[in-house]
T-cell receptor, first 115, second 112 residues
Framework: KAGVTQTPRYLIKTRGQQVTLSCSPISGHRSVSWYQQTPGQGLQFLFEYFSETQRNKGNFPGRFSGRQFSNSRSEMNVSTLELGDSALYLC??????????????FGPGTRLTVL | QQQVKQSPQSLIVQKGGISIINCAYENTAFDYFPWYQQFPGKGPALLIAIRPDVSEKKEGRFTISFNKSAKQFSLHIMDSQPGDSATYFCAAIRNSGYALNFGKGTSLLVTP
């Protein structure tokens, strides 16, 4: 079974631009969660999607948004990029909602650099 | 704020030694405590997890010890190997909670 895939793996953008990241979950998984990983803050939850609906959202500004498609693939978008948005963005998929303690399988991440 | 505090930030252990990573939490509603292992260029992968109704769980060389009254849990890696060199994250989540709360990670280096 293929794992979680994320595209692109690396991105370089400049301040003020916007970016879209993509995540393809493991086949059969309906929940997709997004995390931001930085050296200073560690792993921080962005949002979770299940059956095309955002179920939960972390403490991030409205510039961070996402969506999920009927095939469970998910995208996240960051508008008006700031230098502090430079991070590794991780996507994780699971069969059920994270709160039901289903194992989350992480992708390799997208490394975003904002110049 | 950080709901799970992890220490140490980095750890160097000789091959064959025991690696110990500690975590503490405040929210008594947490009821599931997984540990993740992350290699460079990869996403975190679930290593082992424990629920608070048991005090210890062992899988191969990896053991979680859990102290509910102290609100602490730790990962012990016995007979540490160079291949164990990675970053380890503890995490916690409550039933019907919406997200894993991660510690800030421990970078483990096992020297030959």
């Amino acid at each position: 079974k293929a794992g979680v895939t994320q595209t692109p793996r690396y991105l370089i953008k400049t301040r003020g631009q916007q970016v879209t990241l993509s995540c393809s979950p493991i086949s059969g998984h309906r929940s997709v969660s997004w995390y931001q990983q930085t050296p200073g803050q560690g792993l921080q939850f962005l949002f979770e999607y299940f059956s095309e609906t955002q179920r939960n959202k972390g403490n991030f500004p409205g510039r961070f948004s996402g969506r999920q498609f009927s095939n469970s693939r998910s995208e996240m978008n960051v508008s008006t990029l700031e230098l502090g948005d430079s991070a590794l963005y991780l996507c994780a998929s699971s069969t059920g909602l994270a709160g039901t303690h289903n194992e989350q399988f992480f992708g390799p991440g997208t490394r975003l650099t904002v110049l | 704020q950080q709901q799970v505090k992890q220490s140490p930030q980095s750890l160097i252990v000789q091959k064959g030694g025991i690696s110990i990573i500690n975590c503490a939490y405040e929210n008594t509603a947490f009821d599931y405590f997984p540990w993740y292992q992350q290699f460079p260029g990869k996403g975190p992968a679930l290593l082992i997890a424990i629920r608070p109704d048991v005090s210890e769980k062992k899988e191969g060389r990896f053991t979680i010890s859990f102290n509910k009254s102290a609100k602490q849990f730790s990962l012990h890696i016995m007979d540490s190997q160079p291949g164990d060199s990675a970053t380890y994250f503890c995490a916690a989540i409550r039933n019907s909670g919406y997200a894993l709360n991660f510690g800030k990670g421990t970078s483990l280096l096992v020297t030959p």
